[in-house]
């Protein structure tokens, strides 16, 4: 029999669930009343409510009002899927991820912000996974890794990160590419850092001349490149020396008890992979999709 | 009108008879009478029960020799399913008790009967998600108004006799992190808050504003680099940029005021500490870090920085320097002085003189401090332990765990210390408690990988964490300790009956002997009290009344700690205590 590593990966995050009492069975083997109950609450109300970070450019963010970016795209695909509308609610990130999914996906905010029925975006972690025993982590869906790029005339993209001292580098304050920037050149480029609220933000820089130099993400970074087609903006190719994060997987995350709607959601977002409708629609967003780690096939 | 002027005649026919009758005009308690509040024992006109906020009442009908025999007048409910941490102090005027409640709610109850009169809720964005519960800790009242701040960040003006919106500004843009929990502190004719949001890369700020209109008259940004405003013009950048931050990063600096201020009429300053630097870890922004952690004398009229005192430069602990700073008078080696005391988070008791600043003492007031042996009296710096500074970030691996004590909740937090003008002792709320702090290479924030930290608080005691402690200013020697299980989280009352009182989560309002730390009177309140107590005479009696309702900052944090107060449960009531009639 064939084991890919998703499966092994997947069968780990439930089985942290123990206390449950629920065993990553097939489908078809699961008892009935609570594979039923919270996947025929969203068909019956005919909304499945999702929760994306409001300021999270490409991936959610509020455009005058309305949601938008890759992750809401997928909202309104899964959502269609199971033939129901979404409803996105856009909520302010907490200082990590612990606090959003509290106040998200499995208690709700204090002050009457509704638990959503699914969260996007979500790390998919073995570590995390284990921590957080009231959230069943599902259906990694991307690759998200840390990259650089530079202005039009910011000089060569490919040189070591240390080598643009002098020059105004972009970051978002208190990230790892803040902490990565900060460390270069025996820590003597912290004057030459301009700090901005987040990731997306620090790679426009590099469009009107603030910055020449940036450490984001490899989706802020394409599509800030796709936004501003003239801009000039050149991607680092090569690997950034020595960057601490090697990258991460991001799936979705339901309420522990509510993986019957999480298994369905999965199975949703397995099909959009096998189609290329996931690569669509982070193509139309100037994004490449990359497939999860933890959703490769292992040799 | 026939009600108030019926009202006026009564307190003109009182104040010949007592000195206590309370301040009591048709429009209200002028910016005069708040000032005087202290002397004025028939009301409770401001957070502190009085500008210097010493939390001393000359009252003394209640006393040592007759606690014992204290029982509830009467019991008001803030209702409804809003209940969490009630760290409210009520304020008294014209047979009303005005209080503040979770969820940015405003009451006003009889203060006879305890019937309510009104409440206002403030309409919360749904999308706000508090870092810390959803309290508030007082309001303030001046004229026809009683005045408070809300989660959202704006400051609400309400008709005191009928809880109608005078007017509503805005301090600060929750979207962007702002939040407001403290109570205003009135001075003259303007209301002066600070802000909330220490955890989101914001810029701490003072605000003056018109108290009939709300509008802004003086803002004082609290980090070197920023700019101050007056009457809607610059008034210059607070510090000299980049002194003592590098780049641009005192944009983002924290230092937010969230506990407010307290204010000197003899020097016209208020005095506002400041939270700690942002971000969190402190390799991340060399430098001294001006002015987080500090405590600010600002001139009041013009929001202009007379003097700083930074108690934990360079933080890298999360020591915020919130800490109330309480001016109070008394002679050093035989010299009068004009002095102010704080009780920091980081553990230290400092005494300076609140003229210029100038450190005068610093002392130990918590069990332990890992992080610092002491204070230079000379630098006023202290004398950091290098080894027991948690470490940088961005190794691969959990890196070394370093213990430190106090843990990031402080040695003290939120909750004010009194300061008795009879024994010339402050009463510190304290806790002892520690904590194991490390690298967490594999953290998330926004869905992307993250440098956090990892932390674990721990008591360093097996018999208490909270410890209400009575220090003498003079010496920095402790007279008496009370030691509680679980950590203390309210406000302290003093009185010139020889009394403290204080709450603790346990449910309990306790009352001591203020010389010599014997607990004379308890009584249970069915929650948490973590809320200020205060006194007041009525009608010839002495009252005193405490909020009632568990929560703050303490219930979000596990581990052993919790054990101390995992069976108390929620609740949101004021208590009103005096002597039975004889």
């Not at chain 1, 039923?36 to 455009?63: I, Q």
């Not at chain 1, 959003?100 to 972690?125: A, E, I, T």
Request: with cysteine.
């Amino acid at each position: 029999m064939r084991a890919t590593r998703r499966s092994l990966l997947k069968g780990l995050a439930r089985a942290g669930f123990g206390a449950a009492g629920v065993l990553a069975l097939p489908a078809a083997l699961r008892p009935l009343p609570l594979q039923a109950a919270p996947l025929e609450k969203v068909k019956e109300l005919g909304v499945l409510r999702v929760g994306l970070y409001t300021d999270n450019r490409p991936w959610s963010w509020d455009d005058g009002g309305k949601p938008a970016g890759i992750d809401a795209d997928l909202a309104r695909a899964l959502a269609s899927q199971l033939g129901v509308r979404a409803d996105i609610a856009l909520f302010l990130a907490d200082d990590d991820i612990a606090g959003d999914l509290r106040n998200v996906v499995w208690r709700g905010g204090l002050l009457g912000f509704q638990p959503c029925d699914v969260m996007l975006h979500v790390p998919f972690d073995k570590i995390l996974i284990k921590e957080e025993d009231n959230v069943a982590f599902l259906a990694p869906y991307h690759r998200e890794t840390f990259g650089a790029a530079c202005s039009a005339d910011g000089g060569n993209c490919e040189a070591h990160p240390a080598s643009f001292k002098g020059h105004p580098v972009a970051v978002e304050t208190a990230s790892i590419p803040d902490l990565y920037m900060l460390g270069q050149a025996g820590g003597s480029m912290t004057r030459d850092l301009i700090h901005v609220p987040t990731g997306y933000e620090a790679v426009a820089a590099l469009t009107d001349g603030r910055a020449d130099f940036t450490v984001a993400t490899t989706a802020q970074i394409e599509a800030v490149v796709a936004d501003h087609p003239d801009s000039g903006i050149k991607v680092r190719k090569s690997a950034l020396p020595l960057m601490m994060s090697p990258g991460w997987d991001i799936g979705i995350a339901v309420k522990d008890n509510a993986r019957t709607l999480g298994f369905a959601l999965e199975e949703a977002i397995g099909a959009m992979i096998a189609d290329g409708r996931m690569k669509a629609l982070f193509a139309h967003h100037g994004v490449q999709w990359h497939p999860a780690l933890a959703a490769q096939p292992s040799t | 009108m026939k009600r108030r002027f019926s009202t006026i005649i009564g307190s003109m026919a009182l104040a010949s008879a007592a000195l206590s009758a309370p301040v009591v005009a048709a429009d209200g308690p002028s910016g005069a009478d708040i000032a005087n509040d202290a002397q004025t024992p028939g009301d409770v006109l401001s957070y502190g029960m009085g500008p210097w906020q010493q939390r001393f009442s000359s009252l003394d009908k209640l006393n040592t020799t007759n606690v014992t025999k204290l029982v509830p007048v009467f019991a008001a409910s803030l209702g409804g399913e809003k209940q969490r941490g009630q760290e409210s102090q009520p304020l008294v005027y014209d047979g009303m008790i005005y209080v503040t409640g979770s969820y940015s709610r405003l009451f006003a109850f009889d203060a006879r009967t305890g019937e309510k009169k009104w409440e206002y809720n403030a309409r919360l964005p749904d999308a706000i998600m508090p870092c810390c519960d959803v309290v508030n800790r007082g309001a303030a009242i001046h004229g026809n108004k009683v005045i408070f701040a809300t989660l959202d960040a704006h400051l609400v003006a309400l008709d005191r006799h009928t809880g109608k919106v005078i007017w509503n500004k805005k301090t600060g843009d929750y979207q962007a992190g702002y939040s407001a929990t403290a109570a205003p502190l009135i001075v003259g004719n303007k209301v002066i808050v600070g802000n909330s949001g220490g955890e989101f890369g914001i810029v701490g700020e003072v605000q003056a504003r018109d108290v009939e209109t709300g509008e802004l008259i003086w803002s004082r940004p609290t980090v070197e680099g920023n700019m101050g405003t007056l009457n809607g013009k610059d008034n210059g950048i607070s510090g000299k940029t980049n002194a003592t931050w590098t780049g641009d990063l005192y944009k983002t600096g924290g230092g937010a005021t969230w506990l407010g201020g307290t204010y000197d009429p003899g020097t016209n300053m208020v005095y506002f500490g400041t939270g700690n630097p942002g971000p969190w870890n402190s390799h991340l922004r060399p430098g001294d870090n001006l002015y987080t952690a500090s405590t600010l004398g600002i001139d009041a009229d013009t929001g202009v920085i007379k003097w700083h005192y930074q108690t934990t430069p360079h933080d890298g602990w999360d020591f915020d320097g919130v800490n109330e700073f309480v001016p109070f008078d008394a002679s050093i080696n035989g010299k009068p002085m004009k002095l102010g005391a704080k009780a920091d988070r980081n553990g230290y008791f400092y005494v300076l003189d609140r003229t210029n600043g100038k450190l005068v003492s610093a002392n130990k007031f918590v069990m332990q401090t890992t992080w610092a042996n002491g204070i230079n009296l000379k630098t006023g710096r202290p004398n950091y332990v290098d080894d027991n500074r948690p470490g940088a970030p961005g190794t691969a691996d959990k890196g070394k765990v370093v213990f430190a004590s106090p843990s990031f909740l402080g040695g003290k937090n939120w909750m004010p210390m009194a300061y008795s003008q009879d024994t010339g002792l402050f009463y510190v709320p304290s806790n002892d408690w520690g904590m194991d702090i490390w690298n967490e290479p594999i953290a998330y924030k926004k869905g992307a990988a993250f440098l956090g930290a990892g932390f674990t608080i721990k008591p360093i005691a097996e018999d208490h964490i909270g410890a209400l402690r009575a220090m003498d200013p003079k010496t920095g020697k402790i007279v008496w300790e009370y030691k509680n299980k679980a950590p203390l989280w309210g406000g302290v009352l003093t009185t010139h009956g020889n009394l403290v009182f204080t709450g603790t989560p346990e449910g309990f309002l306790k009352a001591f002997d203020a010389k010599s730390g014997q607990e004379l009177w308890k009584f249970q309140t069915g929650s948490g009290v973590v809320g200020s107590p205060i006194t007041w005479e009525q009608d010839g009696e002495q009252y005193v009344a405490v909020m009632s309702g568990w929560g703050g900052a303490v219930p979000l944090w596990g581990g052993e700690v919790a054990k101390t107060f995992k069976e108390i449960s929620q609740g949101g009531m004021l208590w009103v205590f005096k002597l039975p009639k004889q």
